[in-house]
């Protein structure tokens, strides 16, 4: 069974970084697709950034600039820098992962930007 466990959440001030890793489990499979959602209460579910095993970064305009997602492809593991962080960052982050046709989602790990 493929599970995503995300970790590097926290409470951050405004202005401040923040590095999220998920790593995939239970397959041998490479995902084709990865990347990062977020949820923020009362809020509409944001795709974050995507990175194919091939292909085009995709970054919502939201994070252009600020926020930078990498992988490594040997490990199905991937990750997302955020610096300059905002109030508005403010969300549970999860990850997300397409293998063999199939789109897995990590149970997310909270940012919290705030002073």
């Known amino acids: 069974q493929v599970q995503l466990v995300e970790s590097g959440g926290g409470l951050v001030q405004p202005g401040g970084s923040l590095r999220l890793s998920c790593a995939a489990s239970?397959?041998?499979?490479?995902?084709?697709?990865m990347g990062w959602y977020r949820q923020a209460p009362g809020k509409q579910r944001e795709l974050v950034a995507v990175?194919?095993?091939?292909?085009?970064?995709h970054y919502a305009d939201s994070v252009k600039g600020r926020f930078t997602i990498s992988r490594d492809n040997a490990k199905n593991q991937v990750y997302l820098q955020m610096n300059s962080l905002k109030p508005e960052d403010t969300a549970v982050y999860l990850c997300?992962?397409?293998?063999?046709?199939?789109?897995?989602r990590g149970q997310g790990t909270q940012v919290t930007v705030s002073s």
């Open positions: 239970g397959t041998t499979s490479s995902a084709n697709v």
């Open positions: 997300f992962a397409v293998i063999s046709g199939r789109e897995y």
């Open positions: 990175i194919p095993s091939g292909g085009s970064i």
